[in-house]
């Protein structure tokens, strides 16, 4: 080991080789990133539904791989293998609403039809709210 290539972690402070150290966060050693990654994915906090039984848990990534898949722990200690799970999804339904809002917006000011063009934009905006918010009535019946 070449002594003249090491340098300082700036996580612990500890000055180590440089194949010590991460490759996607250069001035962390490895040790460090994986305590990082372990607290990190202690704090992580998933609902997911049993698709065996339809049982909601609280689970947390394990952190082990197999071949075929990851395994998640509940409160109570299980292993649940990932394709025993069904996660809920997390939509962000007001950057959603935003998002087909404006889409709508361009397409009504886009409209050559002789009521699009005469309308208002303060009725355009009104029709491209009014007509987000029944797509997203319609999308959340299929989520729930």
Known sequence: MDHLEVKKCETCGKTK?????????????KA?????????????KLTARLKPTGEEVE????????????AYKTKDGRM????????EKNIDW?????????????AFA???HNQCVDASSEMLAQWSVVGADMLIAELKKGTI
Do not use: D
């Open 17 to 29: 080789h440089i194949s010590e150290f991460s490759k996607s966060y250069r001035s962390r050693c």
């Open 32 to 44: 460090c990133v994986a305590e990082h990654t372990r607290e990190v994915r202690a704090a992580e």
């Open 59 to 70: 689970v947390i990534p394990n952190g082990t791989m197999s071949i075929h898949c990851a």
């Open 80 to 87: 649940i293998p990932t394709t025993a799970l069904e996660f």
């Open 94 to 106: 007001e950057q959603r609403r935003y998002e087909i809002a404006k889409e709508l917006m361009k």
């Open 110 to 112: 886009a409209n050559s």
